[in-house]
């Protein structure tokens, strides 16, 4: 069972692993006011859909300079569909950022964005500064073996830690990521 106890524990080792960043980063989220911070976080997600976020990164960084220096996202990386989607959020993507601002339903009006589906409207709109639960992978393996579901386990920990969900959620992936859970 993933106790509070056991949470704090895992919170403790990211620390000490040098990951405290990600921690703060989760506790200081505050909701997005620039449509390129927007953009940039839709990006990420996409890129993450089904990739491991060490490998994310660098193509992310590559994606970013090409965009600066004026060319294709395909030069940069090589993935047809969301190249594509990337490439139709950065004409709309102003837009987009004041319809999302505006919606009553956030998570909803995100699911509509290409390549955003049911498990990565919850990672950009954490991404986003709203205080969410990624139910990826790991989370779900955590919270079947506890007999529970992700948003459960996570609010558990939350309301008996005092962190908020995104930092909850945090702990948990960063802590399956590297195998200690």
């Given at each position: 069972m993933l106790s509070a106890s056991n949470y704090m524990d895992l919170k403790s080792q990211?620390?000490?692993?040098?990951y405290a960043k990600e921690i703060d980063w989760s506790d200081n989220l505050v909701p997005c006011e620039s449509a390129t911070?927007?953009?940039?976080?839709?990006?990420?997600?996409?890129?993450c859909a089904g990739m491991k976020e060490q490998v994310v990164r660098k193509i992310f960084d590559n994606i970013k300079n090409a965009i600066?220096?004026?060319?294709?996202?395909?030069?940069?990386f090589k993935h047809v569909g969301k190249v594509?989607?990337?490439?139709?959020?950065?004409?709309?993507?102003?837009d987009t950022f004041k319809k999302f601002r505006a919606s009553n339903d956030k998570l909803s009006f995100l699911k509509t964005l290409p390549w955003i589906g049911e498990i990565t409207k919850f990672h950009l709109a954490k991404n986003l500064g709203l205080d969410f639960v990624k139910p990826d992978r790991h989370l779900v393996r955590i919270a079947t073996k506890n007999e529970t579901n992700p948003f459960k386990?996570?609010?558990?920990?939350?309301?008996?830690?005092?962190?908020?969900?995104?930092t909850v959620d945090v702990v948990i992936w960063r802590a399956a990521n590297l195998g200690l859970v």
């Open positions: 990211i620390i000490k692993l040098g911070d927007f953009f940039n976080e839709y990006i990420w997600v996409v890129l600066q220096k004026d060319k294709p996202i395909s030069s940069a594509s989607a990337i490439m139709k959020m950065a004409i709309s993507y102003k386990m996570c609010k558990e920990i939350s309301e008996a830690t005092g962190d908020r969900l995104a």
